[in-house]
């Protein structure tokens, strides 16, 4: 898997020209891209989530479209219209701004429920149906939404059947003052976005999506991420659990996170470290764990906690 972990390089110095000392969250959306996964960013205003979507399309010679949500948003203004051909007597198609390989689908949560719920056959069924047409979308394809906190005025929150079409969940947060100080340096004449360029091609991405189905995961390791997801429908301080499909998004995600790391085979290790990004927006808390001011972040670290990790000798001599 060293071609892998070679072009994930490539790509991660790349963007890390524009996105500084956040080489964790670029890997996380780099994870997410591997495994046609869709990227969920919430984080304050200014902190860089939408160059993070323009330096990753840009790096990857993908064609990148931004979405602005705003309340008054229709969900004709996602997907497209039909429109009427006076010349040829025809309806034809004008594709929405849904239809490119990265969207940027900034401030997501100011946009209503109907006009969120436009993106929920894009995300899941990789095509956008308008007046009864199904129109494929192309490949690969990325929503990348970035949303800033819910109790920011003027906001409304996703619903829980969207959130969990997000196969990760990543926050940015605020730079070192090292890192801020790089930030002036770098943008003193001009922003580095703007002279950023491709060191891969679309044909890539797609050939690593392939790569990574191939990661070998052990009987062990599929056990403990059932353990993990099963568990948070069992613990007290949760109302609502993560699904079967937190549970496959631990298990491709883990697969991706391997082959950026140069293995052919997936560690309990890499299952940990993407369980609060694969899980925690998929966790509904209870009453009293708000009261508690307890977060999903906290009650995952107890759920893994309890969790048994598998053996490292057996994962290593199944892997071999």
């Known amino acids: 898997m060293t071609d892998l972990q070679t072009f994930a390089e490539k790509v991660i110095g790349n963007v890390e020209k524009v996105i500084v000392g956040k080489r964790e969250a670029i890997e996380l959306t780099l994870i997410n891209l591997f495994c046609q996964g869709h990227l969920l960013i919430e984080d304050v205003p200014g902190v ?7 330096s990753l399309a840009g790096s990857l ?6 979405i602005q949500f705003t309340p008054d948003m229709l969900p004709s203004d996602v997907t497209g219209v039909s429109i009427f051909n006076q010349v040829s007597r025809e309806f034809e198609f004008r594709a929405g701004p849904i239809m490119s390989q990265v969207v940027l689908a900034d401030e997501i949560n ?3 429920p109907k006009t969120q719920a436009a993106l ?3 995300m899941q069924e990789q095509q956008v149906t ?5 129109h494929p979308l192309p490949q690969p394809f990325m929503v990348l939404a970035t949303q800033n906190p819910i109790e920011y005025e003027g906001t409304f929150p996703l619903p829980e059947a969207q959130l969990d079409r997000f196969l990760l969940r990543i926050t940015l947060g605020y730079p070192s003052a090292a890192d801020e100080i790089r930030v002036l340096e770098s943008q003193s004449i001009q922003h580095p976005v703007e002279t950023l360029k491709p060191v891969a091609a679309a044909e890539d991405v797609l050939k690593a999506q392939r790569d990574v189905k191939q990661i070998f995961v052990a009987d062990l390791i599929k056990k403990y991420i059932v353990d993990l997801t099963r568990q948070t429908r069992e613990q007290g301080d949760v109302y609502l659990g993560a699904s079967p499909r937190g549970s496959l ?3 491709r995600a ?4 391997a082959a950026i790391q140069g293995r052919d085979f997936v560690l309990p290790d890499d299952v ?4 609060p990004a694969c899980l925690g927006h998929r966790l509904i808390l209870g009453p009293a764990a708000r009261l508690q001011d307890l977060n999903t972040t906290t009650v995952l670290e107890e759920i893994m906690d309890k969790v048994p990790v598998p053996g490292a000798d057996l994962v290593y001599s199944q892997a071999r």
């Open 254 to 257: 883990s697969r991706a996170r």
């Open 130 to 134: 308008v007046d009864g047409i199904t």
């Open 48 to 54: 860089g989530k939408t160059m993070l979507a323009r």
């Open 249 to 251: 998004a631990l298990f």
């Open 110 to 112: 100011r946009a209503t």
């Open 61 to 66: 010679g993908c064609t990148l479209s931004r």
């Open 120 to 122: 929920l056959e894009a």
């Open 272 to 275: 940990k470290g993407l369980v």
